[in-house]
């Protein structure tokens, strides 16, 4: 488990209306190890920053005022192949902002995500 620091984000909660989708979704995409703690709830480490998937109907969307988490990646092209491939939908293409490009998608538990590259 990743070491705390003080004052900075130590772990974030993302509903799911499958955690079991998308625990199988993020392992296949980025690796994470999962830990389940029973049906509705699981939680994970990248190595860096731990977090969780809850059960719920509510979703999180950029749109409906929700948070984003950001993955990084040095090879965007295909982290978009790799997302449709797992079975995600992208909500927004990929596009320029300030220090790099990005695009959105929403995972099959059904929150949305951002992948983004500075190459």
């Not at 719920?56 to 988490?69: P, W």
């Amino acid at each position: 488990m990743a070491t705390s620091i003080p004052r900075t984000i130590d772990y974030v909660e993302i509903p799911s209306r499958d955690v079991t989708v998308s625990r199988a979704f993020f392992t296949q995409l980025v690796g994470w190890t999962f830990t389940d703690y029973g049906p509705d709830y699981t939680s994970f480490e990248d190595g860096r920053i731990t977090g969780g998937f809850y059960r719920s109907d509510k979703i999180s969307h950029v749109e409906a005022g929700g948070s984003l988490v950001v993955i990084y990646t040095e090879t965007l092209e295909q982290a978009k192949a790799d997302v449709i491939r797992l079975g995600a939908s992208i909500t927004r293409d990929i596009f320029c902002f300030p220090g790099g490009r990005r695009f959105h998608f929403t995972e099959p538990g059904g929150s949305e995500f951002s992948i983004w590259s500075d190459k």
